[in-house]
């Protein structure tokens, strides 16, 4: 079984800054990708950014140069550097990793974590 877990969202002012963090733990072979993606209220879910586990990186058009997605693949961590946060930016977080198990490549998410920017 694979849990994965997010953490770091909040409530934040417009150009402020937060940082989310996710960790995918269980019996996991390899990870080749992992992502964040977002929905707000009303909206579909969207890929926010992703890195595989060689460093390659994808963002959403929205979020390049304020995002910064980073990976530690030794602890199967993925971050989120969120910078000039915008109210656009508010929604439910959710991290994705794509795993090797005992089971074959599965797609695993989180439960999702809050980010809100008011003033």
């Known amino acids: 079984q694979v849990q994965v877990v997010e953490s770091g969202g909040g409530l934040v002012q417009p150009g402020g800054s937060l940082r989310l963090s996710c960790t995918a733990s269980g019996t996991i072979f390899s990870i080749s990708r992992m992502g964040w993606y977002r929905q707000a209220p009303g909206k579909q879910r969207e890929l926010v950014a992703d890195?595989?586990?060689?460093?390659?990186?994808n963002y959403a058009d929205s979020v390049k140069g304020r995002f910064t997605i980073s990976r530690d693949n030794a602890k199967n961590t993925v971050y989120l550097e969120m910078n000039s946060l915008k109210p656009e930016d508010t929604a439910l977080y959710y991290c994705n990793a794509k795993a090797n198990t005992d089971w074959g490549q599965r797609s695993y998410w989180g439960q999702g974590t809050q980010v809100t920017v008011s003033s």
């Open positions: 890195i595989t586990s060689d460093s390659s990186l």
